[in-house]
């Protein structure tokens, strides 16, 4: 995840898709849709993918890391850029877009690698090698970086200052914010949290002297739910934001790649950056 100084689309277009043939299986724990069925999508054999429910394209998220998702507090949906997003290539690829329940972040490669539950994973997540010897990704859709919030009151701010024993860091278990404090604020303790939203909010009441996360999250968090909190340091890590998808499932992320390439060419990308950060990325 996460895990932007700058934000960068890279699209390729890829294979065409169409409709085709089904095969039951059940859909393992909780959910939203009404057929647990398996479908493949094809107008060859060539091209064809796998779906858990015919029609329907089924997405797994963390709906704790806003604005890419989260829950709506009226509806107790899910919404997000990341929903937005998902809907469009859904539409192009002729699929309706439906959401399991939030799942934590570090359940969701073991989930999209196992298949069956959900056929992929669109919650601002890294694309990593690590990560991508379990499942496969699409092209990027977006850049980003991390970084460093602190109290505004805090007296330690830069990474050498909050590098220290006694130092408590947070981020969210297993995203690349807590790879990185990890890695480099080795001599603070390094605390990891269910989702970033506990994480900020313990460092807005002194549990924490400082929370690693990404950017674009970090800076919505700051300017909208916690303004006692700010940014002390912005790290240019250089990643990028991929859906992941099962390796069994490859024409998949074929069709997603060419759905992709299409919303960024007829416009449909910008308006859903325009939507959620007020400006094309």
């Known amino acids: 995840m996460m895990s932007s100084l700058s934000r960068r689309e890279f699209f390729k277009v890829s294979t065409a898709i169409g409709g085709g043939m089904a095969a039951a299986v059940m859909l393992a724990g909780c959910g939203n849709s009404s057929s647990p069925s398996s479908s493949s999508s094809s107008s060859s054999s060539d091209d064809s993918y796998t779906l858990v429910t015919d029609g329907k394209l089924t997405c797994i998220c963390n709906a704790a890391f806003p604005p890419f998702e989260s829950i709506d507090e009226n509806t107790r949906e899910i919404k997000g850029f990341d929903v937005d997003l998902a809907a469009a290539l859904a539409d192009k690829m002729g699929l309706e877009s439906t959401w399991l329940p939030s799942q934590q972040f570090d359940s969701?490669?073991?989930?999209?690698?196992?298949?069956?539950?959900?056929?992929?994973?669109?919650?601002?997540?890294?694309?990593?090698?690590?990560r991508k010897k379990e499942i496969d990704f699409t092209d990027p859709y977006l850049d980003s970086?991390?970084?460093?919030?602190?109290?505004?009151?805090?007296?330690?701010?830069?990474?050498?200052?909050?590098?220290?024993?006694?130092?408590?860091?947070?981020?969210?278990?297993?995203?690349?914010?807590?790879?990185?404090?990890?890695?480099?604020l080795t001599?603070?303790?390094?605390?990891?949290?269910?989702?970033?939203?506990?994480?900020?909010?313990?460092?807005?009441?002194?549990?924490?002297d400082a929370a690693v996360c990404d950017l674009p999250v970090?800076?919505?968090?700051?300017?909208?739910?916690?303004?006692d909190l700010t940014i002390s340091v912005q790290i240019p890590t250089g990643e990028q934001y991929g859906i992941a998808v099962?390796?069994?499932?490859?024409?998949?992320?074929?069709?997603?790649?060419?759905?992709?390439?299409?919303?960024?060419?007829?416009?449909?990308?910008?308006?859903?950056?325009?939507?959620?950060?007020g400006t094309t990325i």
């Open 218 to 227: 970090s800076e919505n968090m700051v300017n909208n739910s916690y303004s």
């Open 246 to 277: 099962s390796k069994d499932n490859p024409n998949l992320t074929k069709a997603l790649n060419k759905a992709l390439s299409e919303i960024k060419e007829d416009g449909t990308l910008d308006d859903i950056e325009v939507k959620w950060f």
């Open 108 to 130: 969701i490669v073991p989930l999209i690698k196992q298949g069956g539950k959900a056929d992929i994973a669109v919650t601002g997540m890294t694309i990593t090698d690590e």
């Open 187 to 208: 001599k603070a303790t390094y605390v990891p949290c269910d989702d970033f939203v506990q994480c900020f909010a313990g460092v807005s009441t002194g549990l924490y």
């Open 145 to 184: 970086n991390q970084a460093i919030v602190v109290a505004k009151t805090a007296t330690a701010t830069t990474e050498e200052e909050l590098d220290v024993a006694g130092k408590k860091i947070c981020a969210q278990s297993g995203t690349t914010g807590g790879d990185w404090a990890q890695e480099n």
